[in-house]
């Protein structure tokens, strides 16, 4: 399994990281920290089973960088798992306007994490 | 006294004191005029009355004369001075007015009598025998008038004595009058004075009062009120002022709690991001430890406690997030008893806990309004734990609703909601620890608590003040001190807030 992680602070980047290995088996993780690495376009390469997007990273909007995902065509069927520290209501309908599949508030519990990311990722696999 | 009677009294007295001096120179006007007349009349007769001597002495002596030398130039004199007797009588007469005195018919009697003898005697001296004429004379005429001049001289005396005494009444009548008139002018003075300065200081007095007053209160001392006697209508223009002094205070109050809460929440909104990353790799990284260790494990238990650590901060970074977003909430129709039973489910089990009895005063009509459902239980959640917390040995807690019509609603809760009536209350009362009087204005404000560490943000009331107000309605508290319970009353718009009614019609009209 191929995952985005697009998220800057290094502590939530080592936890999820932690929760992908501990949980799933063979899970290849790549990290965007900067709004500036994100538009060198790596991840234009496409071929990822899920995007973790945090929504305030340096450099760039996590909503810009949602709508750039949507709008390329490696990239725009894959499922984005979005993550905040500022949850608010606008912030929940302006992400999931902007394509993300799913919504998350920090800090979270593990199991209900892990029950989105099987759930996105089980949705993917449906259509 | 009011200002208006204070005028009443002053004008009054000053009507008073005209009608009294003026009745009292009607009375004695007169009565001096009269005086003095009569004063004048005696004085004019006693001149009357010394020519009157005067001539017939002249009359005696020309005619004497006349007997004597038979001159011609004695007998014109003694002619003249016989007329001048004659009008000298006549002019008396004419001043004695109506009546003549009994002395004047005597006297008159008299003189008339003397210068008729007198002209038989001239007669007789021109015609007839000179011895006659001088016999008559020595004889009968010379007595009679010398008897004429004794009685013209004590006339004379009496009349002096009579004028002087008239003219010593007429003094002292004036002397009299211009005593009353001194005295009423002084008892006036003196009267109008008290009054006058009675009347300018109920005046001036307020007024500076009044002027002080609001100088102070100009220069931001906005507890300070006027404190004069409500007896007159500066009283009445001091309580306007101090309920105008209780309204700005109230504004400036809810103006300073404004900025408090906009800055507040700034602050816990940086803030609360700031830790939630943090925070997410604590609980993150403890949960997944959790999975590796079986329970009985010593290892778990303390993991399990980073876990709660980290959920309670969860919690308290929640509530400041809460404070500090201006988040949009959905507005549906509600109703608020089912609510407060589903809250109230939430509680039981600290209810029981804490011993506390719980006692419902539910209406059975109550309208359904258009609130948020979450956000309504959040305050009621905030309501129910502060009176659990305010009972920590037992107690009863009651929570009642009641439809509040338009009319019915209080002054002060009503400047508080921004929307029209009717409204729904609910009202949470504890026989709790209670709210001290100097804490009662405070307990709205962010981070204001009274509890330990650790049992609360501060937060609560102020959240909760935040959703009610979001809400178009009012939280107020009320509480007779320590120890004495206090009852928090929550106030909803059936109608909901202004802005959202537009909103569920806009979104309405996009569905259809």
Request: charge should be negative; hydrophobic fraction near 40%.
């Given at each position: 399994m191929k995952v985005l992680l697009?998220?800057?602070?290094?502590?939530?980047?080592?936890?999820?990281?932690?929760?992908?290995?501990?949980?799933?088996?063979?899970?290849?993780?790549q990290h965007i920290t900067h709004g500036d690495d994100f538009r060198r376009g790596v991840w234009r390469q496409g071929g990822w089973d899920l995007v973790v997007l945090?929504?305030?990273?340096?450099?760039?909007?996590?909503?810009?960088?949602?709508?750039?995902?949507?709008s390329h065509p490696s990239t725009k069927g894959i499922p984005i798992l979005a993550l905040t520290g500022y949850d608010t209501l606008q912030n929940e309908q302006r992400i999931?306007?902007?394509?993300?599949?799913?919504?998350?508030?920090k800090p979270?519990?593990?199991n209900l994490f892990l029950d989105e990311v099987k759930k996105l990722i089980h949705n993917r696999m449906r259509r | 006294m009011t200002i208006r009677k204070r005028l009443v009294w002053f004008i009054s007295f000053i009507i008073g004191l005209i009608v009294t001096v003026g009745g009292f120179l009607n009375f004695a006007g007169p009565m001096l005029v009269g005086a003095f007349k009569t004063s004048l009349d005696a004085m004019n007769s006693?001149?009357?009355?010394?020519?009157?001597?005067?001539?017939?002495?002249?009359?005696?002596?020309?005619?004497?004369?006349?007997?004597?030398?038979?001159?011609?130039?004695?007998?014109?004199?003694?002619?003249?001075?016989?007329r001048l007797t004659e009008n000298n009588l006549t002019l008396l007469q004419s001043q004695f007015r109506s009546h003549s005195p009994e002395w004047f018919k005597e006297i008159n009697s008299l003189i008339t009598d003397s210068l008729q003898a007198s002209d038989q005697v001239v007669k007789e001296f021109k015609v007839g025998s000179k011895v006659n004429a001088h016999d008559k004379w020595l004889n009968q005429l010379y007595p009679k008038l010398q008897q004429v001049q004794t009685r013209v001289e004590n006339l004379e005396r009496d009349q002096t004595e009579e004028a002087q005494s008239l003219f010593n009444k007429v003094k002292y009548l004036i002397q009299k009058a211009g005593f009353v008139v001194t005295i009423l002018f002084a008892i006036a003075i003196i009267f109008g004075v008290l009054l006058f300065r009675s009347l300018y200081q109920a005046v001036m007095t307020p007024l500076e009062t009044l002027k002080l007053g609001a100088e102070k209160f100009g220069l931001g001392h906005f507890d300070h009120r006027i404190a004069l006697p409500s007896t007159n209508e500066f009283g009445a223009l001091a309580e306007s002022f101090n309920k105008m002094a209780d309204n700005i205070k109230q504004l400036q109050m809810q103006a300073v709690?404004?900025?408090r809460m906009s800055a507040v929440g700034q602050l816990a909104g940086g803030v609360a991001h700031e830790i939630n990353n943090p925070l997410t790799a604590v609980l993150g990284q403890a949960q997944i430890l959790l999975t590796k260790f079986q329970e009985d494990d010593p290892k778990y238990a303390q993991l399990k406690k980073i876990e709660n650590g980290a959920i309670r901060c969860r919690k308290i970074v929640r509530g400041l997030l809460d404070f500090s977003r201006p988040s949009q909430s959905r507005f549906e129709q509600i109703d608020v008893n089912t609510i407060i039973l589903a809250t109230l489910d939430l509680c039981e089990a600290d209810f029981k806990k804490s011993k506390i009895n719980l006692v419902k005063n539910f209406s059975g009509q109550l309208p359904a309004i258009k609130a948020n459902t979450s956000e309504l239980q959040q305050v009621l959640l905030n309501l129910l734990n502060n009176a659990i917390q305010a009972m920590p040995s037992g107690g009863t807690l009651t929570i009642g609703t009641q439809t509040v019509p338009e009319k019915s609603l209080n002054d002060s809760i009503r400047k508080m909601v921004s929307s029209d009536g009717p409204w729904v209350g609910i009202t949470v009362s504890d026989n709790g620890v209670g709210i001290p009087k100097d804490h009662i204005n405070r307990v709205f404000d962010p981070f204001f608590t009274t509890k330990d560490i650790g049992k609360g943000t501060g937060l609560g009331l102020s959240v909760s003040t935040g959703i009610v107000k979001k809400h178009g309605g009012a939280l107020t508290v009320e509480s007779a001190g320590l120890n004495k319970g206090a009852t928090f009353m929550v106030i909803l718009p059936v109608k909901g807030p202004v802005g959202v009614r537009n909103e569920i019609k806009s979104i309405s009209g996009m569905a259809a």
């Open positions: 697009i998220e800057d602070d290094q502590d939530v980047i080592d936890t999820i990281a932690s929760i992908f290995s501990g949980f799933f088996n063979g899970v290849e993780i945090d929504l305030m990273i340096p450099g760039m909007t996590g909503f810009d960088i949602c709508e750039q995902l949507r999931k306007g902007a394509g993300a599949s799913g919504y998350m508030a979270f519990e593990v | 006693l001149n009357t009355i010394r020519e009157l001597k005067f001539n017939t002495d002249h009359v005696k002596t020309s005619l004497n004369r006349y007997l004597l030398l038979g001159d011609n130039q004695e007998l014109l004199a003694f002619e003249e001075s016989r709690h404004m900025d």
